[in-house]
């Protein structure tokens, strides 16, 4: 189903704390997303990667980092500098250079607590 | 960057109405528009695309029209079935190709909130 598996589906995290959520793909995909969704406020950029190695900040990378050492991985951190992480969170990926279909990981609902 | 609105955030449509949902986009360079819709706890998943060299598209009870020079774009639902109620994305690509070497970077709406009621 997509190929594009995120874990955990729920992750519940003490406030000061980094967290990290994992985003894998078999689709041999060389870009990867991440976005941020909240209600109301539709899918919000976070990173991308359009290749190993290589990642850039989307339109809300403050208080996230990640990281691309792998063609298949793509994992999230929300550190503790991210001041209202609580959020549903979606993994994407896409051929790129072509404007082809994104396909979406099942998310990773995080709450603060 | 580019910007994508979207409207309007819920609409209510009769069993067999016809749906229409609006967006605009800024950044004249974009050339791929997707709609996604997304069940409730489910992933959004891609219903229809257009792109820039395209007017019209159409499947079965679902088109969109791209309007170039406005920059906007609308997704039509006709003939609405319970099984339509979800909320809709439309989106927007910057830059993108060969040529200029960067990947697509999809810019969403915030969405449209759809219910079928019978």
């Known amino acids: 189903d997509g190929g594009i598996t995120q874990s955990p589906k729920y992750l519940f995290r003490k406030e000061g704390q980094n967290v990290t959520l994992s985003c894998e793909q078999n689709?041999?995909?060389?870009?990867m997303y991440w976005y941020r969704q909240d209600p109301g406020q539709g899918l919000r950029l976070i990173y991308y990667s359009q290749i190993v190695n290589d990642f850039q900040k989307g339109d809300i990378a403050e208080g996230y980092s990640v990281s691309r050492e792998k063609k298949e991985s793509f994992p999230l951190t929300v550190t503790s500098a991210q001041k209202n992480p609580t959020a549903f969170y979606l993994c994407a990926s896409q051929l790129p250079y072509k404007n082809t279909e994104a396909f979406f990981g099942q998310g990773t609902r995080l709450t603060v607590v | 960057g580019e910007n994508v609105e979207q409207h309007p955030s819920t609409l209510s449509v009769q069993e067999g109405d016809s749906a229409v949902i609006k967006c605009t986009y800024s950044d004249s360079a974009s050339n791929y528009f997707p709609w996604y819709k997304q069940e409730l706890g489910k992933r959004p998943q891609l219903i229809i695309d257009?792109?820039?060299?395209?007017g019209e598209k159409k499947d079965q009870r679902i088109a969109v029209t791209l309007n170039k020079t406005a920059k906007h774009f609308s997704l039509h639902i006709t003939e609405t079935q319970p099984e339509d109620s979800a909320v809709y994305f439309c989106a927007a690509t910057q830059g993108g190709g060969i040529v200029t070497g960067t990947a697509s970077k999809l810019t969403f709406g915030t969405g449209t909130r759809l219910q079928v009621t019978l």
């Open positions: 689709l041999n995909h060389d870009a």
């Open positions: 257009i792109r820039s060299n395209v």
